[in-house]
């Protein structure tokens, strides 16, 4: 399937301006403090180390859980659920590791097993019960949340095992294996996408369903698909989380991560309406999210208080995308051509 | 309304329009798609300012910014789509808005009283606490009118309020026309049905591409001459149908589709029918006699409650469009904007979708193969558009049903429902229309034509089911598919109403 | 089942599993049926049913609030600090953050009805500034230490010797026969519905579109902040962290009252069950004490699951019928 073209300026513009603009600020910060704090990546052990790095790492889950979020998003739905999804995966890995003695690799693959299961509930609630998005993953993130405090009893579980470690420590060739983990997924996602079908088939879902449905396309089974696939990059997340901070934390962990996810989708260009999607865009968005994050972090700001930013972006994102303010902005700058 | 003008951008809507009502007549605004009347009607009702012009009422000159404030000014609009609150009782629905109260309190009792009023004057008889939801569409365009006449309007604008009524419910919406003409209302009647025109209008404006073409009373505008003023030239007669284009298939053929008592409740009687190839099965009656019904049972997207479909002789199952599909079955809704197009995707996609999805996901259609079956397409069909890039929204509605035709077409059905296929197109593209729908019999495919315009069915059929009130009444073969013979089936036996 | 019956089964239905709900805990837990359980049914969620009045308002005209929590929040630890640093008395702190909480909700208002912007979306991003609001104020709580607190907290209406209703169970009941009163006897509650089923035809109605949708908000977010001022009343002192989650509460009580999500359809009735729903399987979980708190989760999350489904199924067969 060949690339769609985009008839109007493409999406990744303001997402990559942010990002840009963030990492200036940064420069011009180290500039005033005199000495490189920010772009400074040196290798130790092998690894790479510096803010950027850390940034990459930080910023992995949000990304991959963004992958997700965009297919359902451009399907016109949304998951609630994933952030309680995360916390699920980490509790489940936490019990069988330490609890029944499981080895990694297996308690890894029922951890996922059991988050791609919940994203086909999710699914099967909207797709096949025909519930609005919003209210079945609403009702799965309440009740997944407490699923994740019932596994381990309402218990923060610590982990002790190097192989489940590595996930979200580990580097490989120097660079930390969750970015990796990020761009193996991603290529995935992107060759499956636009090499079959199915990117076309998404987008078309989207736009009109009904029209899809009418024209033979099995949009039953595409919309629980692409839940399915949020639920496992879910779980993908939270192993990576959990793994981070070598603990299971059924209460914290993922909370307001689908918030996060969902915007960065919206930041990258694609419409919460549905149709046309950018797995890249929702990949800078992340990033932008996490750079936002790290830079208020270092300027001080308690990270209670950086949603407060993050707020004014969402809105200005909003803003931007609203036909409204770009007919008053056209007004104020009349383009020459038309 | 004098010299009325309207802008939108790249189009000139209204240019210099005048346009008259009298009290105590009924008026008709006519016009193609296109030509400007709903603007116009959307410019009296305060839905747009109007660029230049100005507009009176009963001598008083007046700017109506919303509708609320048309309403104010003595201007009650009803609309072709109901436009009220389905989830709300009808007295809420006659009073929303103008609920009387005390010190911000609603009186419920005096909302159902008043209620009660407003129906007793239109002499409708409806329960006012039922849910406006659960009645027929024809009883909702009744309470929308009833809200409409509440005010003391002196102008009542009907748009299209027709579309969805049957026979029965057109007289009497006619014969409360007619009364309220008797109380000097002045009554702007928007249709595109010529007889309905003709049975209760006095006066009537015909628009064209955005100019007023001229004011005529009704008496003295033969038909002809009405419809080559609005198409701004002389129409030549249709050419009939040539005999060798449309000659039934030999005797004792088998039929490509048969159904056997398929049947579904609200939708249509126990019907039986014979689809086959190489022939035009058109499919004729009023509005609500079941024609789209049925055609949504024949494609899956509604399933029939009892009854058997045969394909080539062997039972079939629809439970959704894809079974359908699959069995060689191809469906153009009337609806493109909700059913057909996708409309933020470019001509190409919407092009190969139905192909692509037949084929799956796993069976991407190459760019090379895209590209030849679009030019093809854009070619033969005529397809006007910069290119095949283009989101289909910015296409005309005459050129998206191009496309949503060729969408169709490259799947290669033995057997295509059209429904409405020419509806909201120009005459130019209608005759393209018509003519593939004659290549496409000749070429030995089943055509399945429900059209709500007779000489549409005539033309182009082989054959003719009629229905009446959700049930086969006839069907028509060979000499008898002429207009009048048609008409009388589809009324029942009787000559239509005035 | 006659029509009329038919509409009103979602509410029907709640009211059903509240006795169900409220029998059930009596026969398993000593105690339960008192005066008193009944009475703090009220008492221990009145802020959360103040809330949930307020998210019936926007629910009704189709829209949504996530930000109710954090505004809970905020309103805490604002006029905390406004008394006790500040030297504020209550009453003109309590206007203080009413008039914020109204400005801010017309504020989201308008960005969903004049930018046409989702409020999903909007009220998140209005959730992050009320939260990210409140920590910047401080980051821990905050006792209050002025008098008045304390002699408003001993205000209850006593009327008989075991019947006893504090002060937030009386504000609770000013609020909802205030919400009550609204929905189903004015014109903005009326219009509120109306825009809620389709705003195409409101606005075709000449109804005030705008001027009820954000009216919606406004007020939503003003009941939010008196919800705030309510729980730090109860709790003594103002805290940042206050009201997480509890936006999802509010809704799911209003859906579970059978008020649909999509709007147009609902009845303010629904949400006091809902309310006492909620409050009753609280109650019986901390009366048990075996069970879990996460428990109140998957119960909440089982219900809400089921109402949807019920309301479906009727909207379903309603649309059949016409």
Same mark, same amino acid.
């Given at each position: 399937?060949?690339?769609?073209?985009?008839?109007?300026?493409?999406?990744?513009?303001?997402?990559?301006?942010?990002?840009?603009?963030?990492?200036?600020?940064?420069?011009?910060?180290?500039?005033?403090?005199?000495?490189?704090?920010?772009? =400074?990546?040196?290798?130790?052990?092998?690894?790479?180390?510096?803010?950027?790095v850390?940034?990459l790492n930080q910023g992995s889950r949000g990304m991959i859980l963004a992958l997700g979020?965009?297919?359902?998003?451009?399907?016109?739905?949304?998951?609630?659920?994933?952030?309680?999804?995360m916390?699920?995966a980490?509790?489940?890995?936490?019990?069988?590791?330490?609890?029944?003695?499981?080895?990694?690799?297996?308690?890894v693959?029922?951890a996922l097993?059991?988050?791609?299961?919940?994203?086909?509930?999710?699914?099967?609630?909207?797709?096949?019960?025909?519930?609005?998005?919003?209210?079945?993953?609403?009702?799965?993130?309440?009740?997944?949340?407490?699923?994740?405090?019932?596994?381990?009893?309402?218990?923060?579980?610590?982990?002790?095992?190097?192989?489940f470690e590595f996930l979200g420590n580990g580097f490989v060739f120097?660079v930390p294996f969750s970015v990796i983990l990020v761009m193996v997924l991603y290529f995935a996602a992107h060759?499956?996408?636009?090499?079959?079908?199915?990117?076309?088939?998404?987008?078309?879902?989207?736009?009109?369903?009904?029209?899809?449905?009418?024209?033979?396309?099995?949009?039953?089974?595409? =919309?629980?698909?692409?839940?399915?696939?949020?639920?496992l990059c879910a779980g993908i997340a939270g192993l990576l989380a959990t793994s981070n901070?070598?603990?299971?934390?059924?209460?914290?962990?993922?909370?307001?991560?689908?918030?996060?996810?969902?915007?960065?989708?919206?930041?990258?260009?694609?419409?919460?309406?549905?149709?046309?999607?950018?797995?890249?865009?929702?990949l800078?968005?992340a990033l932008?999210?996490?750079?936002?994050?790290?830079?208020?972090?270092?300027?001080?700001?308690?990270?209670?208080?950086?949603?407060?930013? =993050?707020?004014?972006?969402?809105?200005?994102?909003?803003?931007?995308?609203?036909?409204?303010?770009?007919?008053?902005?056209?007004?104020?700058?009349?383009?020459?051509?038309? | 309304?004098?010299?009325?003008?309207? &802008?939108? @951008?790249?189009?000139?809507?209204?240019?210099?329009?005048?346009?008259?009502?009298?009290?105590?007549?009924?008026?008709?605004?006519?016009?193609?798609?296109?030509?400007? &009347?709903?603007?116009?009607?959307?410019?009296?009702?305060?839905?747009?300012?109007?660029?230049?012009?100005?507009?009176?009422?009963?001598?008083?000159?007046?700017?109506?910014?919303?509708?609320?404030?048309?309403?104010?000014?003595?201007?009650?609009? #009803?609309?072709?789509?109901?436009?009220?609150?389905?989830?709300?009782?009808?007295?809420?629905?006659?009073?929303?808005?103008?609920?009387?109260?005390?010190?911000?309190?609603?009186?419920?009792?005096?909302?159902?009283?008043?209620?009660?009023?407003?129906?007793?004057?239109?002499?409708?008889?409806?329960?006012?606490?039922?849910?406006?939801?659960?009645?027929?569409?024809?009883?909702?365009?009744?309470?929308?009118?009833?809200?409409?006449?509440?005010?003391?309007?002196?102008?009542?604008?009907?748009?299209?309020?027709?579309?969805?009524?049957?026979?029965?419910?057109?007289?009497?919406?006619?014969?409360?026309?007619?009364?309220?003409?008797?109380?000097?209302?002045?009554?702007?009647?928007?249709?595109?049905?010529?007889?309905?025109?003709?049975?209760?209008?006095?006066?009537?404006?015909?628009?064209?591409?955005?100019?007023? #073409?001229?004011?005529?009373?009704?008496?003295?505008?033969?038909?002809?001459?009405?419809?080559?003023?609005?198409?701004?030239?002389?129409?030549?007669?249709?050419?009939?149908?040539?005999?060798?284009?449309?000659?039934?298939?030999?005797?004792?053929?088998?039929?490509?589709?048969?159904?056997?008592?398929?049947?579904?409740?609200?939708?249509?009687?126990?019907?039986?029918?014979?689809?086959?190839?190489?022939? #035009?099965?058109?499919?004729?009656?009023?509005?609500?006699?079941?024609?789209?019904?049925?055609?949504?049972?024949?494609?899956?997207?509604?399933?029939?409650?009892?009854?058997?479909?045969?394909?080539?002789?062997?039972?079939?199952?629809?439970?959704? @469009?894809?079974?359908?599909?699959?069995?060689?079955?191809?469906?153009?809704?009337?609806?493109?904007?909700?059913?057909?197009?996708?409309?933020?995707?470019?001509?190409?996609?919407?092009?190969?979708?139905?192909?692509?999805?037949?084929?799956?996901?796993?069976?991407?259609?190459?760019?090379?193969?895209?590209?030849?079956?679009?030019?093809?397409?854009?070619?033969?069909?005529?397809? &006007?558009?910069?290119?095949?890039?283009?989101?289909?929204?910015?296409?005309?509605?005459?050129?998206?049903?191009?496309?949503?035709?060729?969408?169709?077409?490259?799947?290669? @059905?033995?057997?295509?429902?059209?429904?409405?296929?020419?509806?909201?197109?120009?005459?130019?593209?209608?005759?393209?229309?018509?003519?593939?729908?004659?290549?496409?019999?000749?070429?030995?495919?089943?055509?399945?034509?429900?059209?709500?315009?007779?000489?549409?069915?005539?033309?182009?059929?082989?054959?003719?089911?009629?229905?009446?009130?959700?049930?086969?009444?006839?069907?028509?073969?060979?000499?008898?598919?002429?207009?009048?013979?048609?008409?009388?089936?589809?009324?029942?036996?009787?000559? @239509?109403?005035? | 089942?006659?029509? $009329?019956?038919?509409?009103?089964?979602?509410?029907?239905?709640?009211?059903?599993?509240?006795?169900?709900?409220?029998?059930?805990?009596?026969?398993?837990?000593?105690?339960?049926?008192? $005066?008193?359980?009944?009475?703090?049914?009220?008492?221990?969620?009145?802020?959360?049913?103040?809330?949930?009045?307020?998210?019936?308002?926007?629910?009704?005209?189709?829209?949504?609030?996530?930000?109710?929590?954090?505004?809970?929040?905020?309103?805490?630890?604002?006029?905390?600090?406004?008394?006790?640093?500040?030297?504020?008395?209550?009453?003109?702190?309590?206007?203080?953050?009413?008039?914020?909480?109204?400005?801010?909700?017309?504020?989201?208002?308008?960005?969903?009805?004049?930018?046409?912007?989702?409020?999903?979306?909007?009220?998140?991003?209005?959730?992050?500034?009320?939260?990210?609001?409140?920590?910047?104020?401080?980051?821990?709580?905050?006792?209050?230490?002025?008098?008045?607190?304390?002699?408003?907290?001993?205000?209850?209406?006593?009327?008989?010797?075991?019947?006893?209703?504090?002060?937030?169970?009386?504000?609770?009941? $000013?609020?909802?026969?205030?919400?009550?009163?609204?929905?189903?006897?004015?014109?903005?509650?009326?219009?509120?519905?109306?825009?809620?089923?389709?705003?195409?035809?409101?606005?075709?109605?000449?109804?005030?579109?705008?001027?009820?949708?954000?009216?919606?908000?406004?007020?939503?977010?003003?009941?939010?902040?008196? $919800?705030?001022?309510?729980?730090?009343?109860?709790?003594?002192?103002?805290?940042?962290?206050?009201?997480?989650?509890?936006?999802?509460?509010?809704?799911?009580?209003?859906?579970?009252?059978?008020?649909?999500?999509?709007?147009?359809?609902?009845?303010?009735?629904?949400?006091?069950?809902?309310?006492?729903?909620?409050?009753?399987?609280?109650?019986?979980?901390?009366?048990?004490?075996?069970?879990?708190?996460?428990?109140?989760?998957?119960?909440?999350?089982?219900?809400?699951?089921?109402?949807?489904?019920?309301?479906?199924?009727?909207?379903?067969?309603?649309?059949?019928?016409?």
């Amino acid at each position: 399937m060949s690339k769609p073209v985009r008839h109007s300026r493409s999406p990744l513009l303001w997402p990559l301006i942010g990002l840009a603009f963030l990492i200036l600020l940064n420069v011009a910060m180290d500039l005033r403090a005199g000495e490189w704090k920010f772009l =400074k990546i040196t290798m130790l052990d092998g690894h790479l180390y510096g803010l950027p790095v850390d940034i990459l790492n930080q910023g992995s889950r949000g990304m991959i859980l963004a992958l997700g979020m965009t297919l359902i998003i451009a399907t016109g739905g949304v998951d609630l659920a994933v952030g309680s999804l995360m916390a699920v995966a980490g509790s489940v890995a936490a019990v069988l590791l330490t609890k029944q003695g499981f080895s990694w690799p297996v308690a890894v693959t029922v951890a996922l097993a059991v988050t791609t299961l919940g994203g086909a509930v999710s699914g099967g609630l909207v797709a096949q019960l025909g519930v609005q998005p919003i209210v079945a993953t609403l009702i799965a993130m309440v009740v997944g949340r407490g699923v994740a405090q019932l596994v381990t009893s309402g218990d923060v579980v610590i982990i002790k095992n190097a192989g489940f470690e590595f996930l979200g420590n580990g580097f490989v060739f120097g660079v930390p294996f969750s970015v990796i983990l990020v761009m193996v997924l991603y290529f995935a996602a992107h060759s499956f996408l636009r090499k079959t079908a199915a990117g076309l088939f998404i987008e078309a879902v989207g736009d009109n369903e009904t029209a899809s449905r009418f024209a033979g396309l099995a949009a039953v089974r595409l =919309k629980t698909f692409v839940y399915v696939f949020g639920g496992l990059c879910a779980g993908i997340a939270g192993l990576l989380a959990t793994s981070n901070i070598r603990a299971a934390d059924p209460y914290r962990a993922g909370l307001n991560m689908e918030l996060d996810a969902i915007f960065a989708v919206v930041v990258g260009g694609t419409a919460l309406t549905g149709g046309r999607f950018w797995l890249m865009g929702s990949l800078v968005g992340a990033l932008l999210l996490q750079t936002l994050t790290t830079t208020l972090y270092n300027l001080g700001v308690a990270p209670a208080v950086a949603t407060v930013p =993050k707020a004014v972006l969402i809105i200005a994102v909003c803003l931007m995308q609203s036909d409204k303010t770009r007919n008053w902005l056209r007004g104020l700058f009349p383009r020459r051509s038309a | 309304m004098r010299g009325i003008g309207k &802008k939108f @951008p790249g189009v000139v809507a209204l240019d210099r329009v005048d346009f008259t009502v009298r009290s105590g007549e009924i008026h008709a605004l006519l016009g193609e798609n296109g030509a400007g &009347k709903s603007t116009l009607i959307k410019v009296l009702t305060g839905v747009y300012a109007p660029d230049n012009g100005e507009i009176a009422l009963a001598g008083l000159c007046i700017r109506p910014q919303s509708p609320k404030a048309a309403e104010m000014a003595g201007v009650s609009t #009803v609309y072709q789509e109901v436009n009220l609150i389905r989830s709300l009782s009808v007295a809420e629905n006659l009073t929303l808005g103008r609920q009387p109260g005390r010190l911000g309190f609603l009186n419920w009792k005096e909302i159902r009283r008043h209620a009660r009023e407003m129906l007793a004057r239109l002499e409708i008889d409806i329960d006012v606490d039922a849910e406006l939801g659960s009645l027929s569409v024809a009883l909702q365009q009744m309470v929308a009118i009833a809200r409409a006449l509440d005010l003391k309007a002196k102008l009542l604008v009907l748009d299209e309020p027709t579309a969805s009524l049957d026979e029965k419910e057109v007289a009497e919406l006619f014969a409360v026309m007619r009364r309220l003409r008797g109380e000097s209302m002045g009554i702007v009647f928007v249709t595109h049905f010529l007889d309905q025109v003709y049975a209760v209008t006095d006066r009537i404006t015909v628009l064209r591409n955005g100019t007023l #073409v001229g004011e005529f009373p009704t008496a003295e505008l033969p038909r002809l001459a009405l419809v080559s003023k609005m198409l701004g030239r002389e129409v030549h007669d249709v050419a009939g149908r040539t005999a060798e284009a449309v000659a039934p298939s030999p005797l004792g053929s088998p039929a490509l589709l048969t159904t056997h008592g398929l049947t579904r409740r609200g939708a249509i009687q126990p019907i039986d029918l014979e689809i086959r190839s190489g022939e #035009v099965t058109g499919l004729a009656g009023l509005l609500g006699s079941g024609r789209t019904e049925t055609a949504r049972l024949l494609f899956g997207i509604d399933q029939a409650e009892a009854g058997e479909i045969k394909v080539k002789g062997a039972n079939a199952q629809f439970d959704s @469009p894809r079974d359908a599909i699959r069995l060689g079955l191809a469906f153009c809704s009337e609806d493109r904007k909700t059913e057909g197009i996708l409309p933020n995707l470019s001509v190409r996609e919407n092009l190969i979708f139905a192909l692509q999805a037949r084929r799956g996901a796993w069976r991407p259609l190459s760019t090379e193969e895209q590209t030849k079956w679009c030019d093809h397409s854009i070619a033969a069909l005529r397809i &006007k558009t910069a290119d095949a890039e283009t989101p289909i929204k910015n296409l005309s509605g005459g050129n998206q049903q191009k496309v949503l035709l060729a969408r169709w077409l490259a799947t290669r @059905p033995a057997l295509i429902i059209l429904d409405e296929p020419t509806r909201g197109i120009d005459i130019g593209a209608r005759g393209e229309i018509e003519q593939l729908i004659n290549k496409l019999r000749a070429d030995g495919m089943a055509v399945l034509l429900i059209s709500s315009e007779i000489e549409e069915i005539v033309r182009n059929s082989t054959r003719v089911v009629v229905l009446r009130e959700r049930r086969k009444t006839g069907e028509l073969n060979g000499a008898d598919i002429e207009t009048s013979k048609l008409m009388q089936a589809m009324a029942g036996g009787h000559t @239509p109403h005035e | 089942m006659s029509p $009329a019956l038919r509409r009103q089964l979602p509410l029907l239905a709640t009211a059903g599993i509240f006795l169900a709900l409220f029998v059930s805990a009596g026969c398993l837990y000593q105690g339960f049926f008192s $005066a008193r359980s009944v009475v703090n049914l009220f008492a221990d969620n009145a802020f959360l049913g103040i809330t949930a009045v307020g998210m019936t308002l926007v629910i009704f005209a189709g829209g949504i609030d996530l930000s109710v929590g954090a505004v809970i929040g905020f309103t805490s630890i604002f006029t905390a600090t406004l008394i006790e640093r500040h030297g504020f008395h209550p009453a003109t702190a309590a206007v203080t953050a009413l008039a914020a909480g109204a400005l801010f909700g017309a504020g989201m208002g308008t960005l969903i009805h004049v930018f046409r912007q989702p409020p999903f979306l909007i009220t998140l991003a209005g959730m992050f500034l009320a939260r990210g609001g409140a920590f910047w104020i401080s980051t821990e709580s905050t006792g209050i230490t002025h008098p008045l607190y304390g002699k408003i907290t001993e205000i209850e209406w006593v009327i008989t010797e075991t019947i006893r209703l504090p002060l937030t169970a009386l504000i609770l009941g $000013a609020v909802f026969i205030g919400g009550y009163l609204v929905a189903h006897f004015t014109r903005f509650g009326r219009n509120l519905l109306a825009v809620g089923d389709s705003e195409q035809s409101a606005l075709l109605m000449g109804l005030p579109v705008g001027g009820t949708k954000i009216g919606a908000y406004t007020i939503n977010s003003m009941l939010a902040v008196l $919800a705030g001022l309510v729980a730090t009343l109860y709790t003594g002192s103002g805290n940042p962290s206050l009201g997480i989650g509890l936006e999802l509460d509010a809704i799911a009580i209003v859906v579970i009252g059978g008020t649909l999500l999509s709007g147009g359809r609902g009845h303010m009735l629904g949400t006091l069950l809902g309310i006492l729903v909620f409050g009753t399987i609280q109650a019986a979980i901390l009366f048990d004490g075996r069970l879990n708190p996460w428990w109140i989760r998957i119960v909440v999350g089982g219900l809400l699951l089921g109402f949807i489904l019920l309301q479906r199924a009727l909207v379903r067969s309603a649309a059949r019928r016409s």
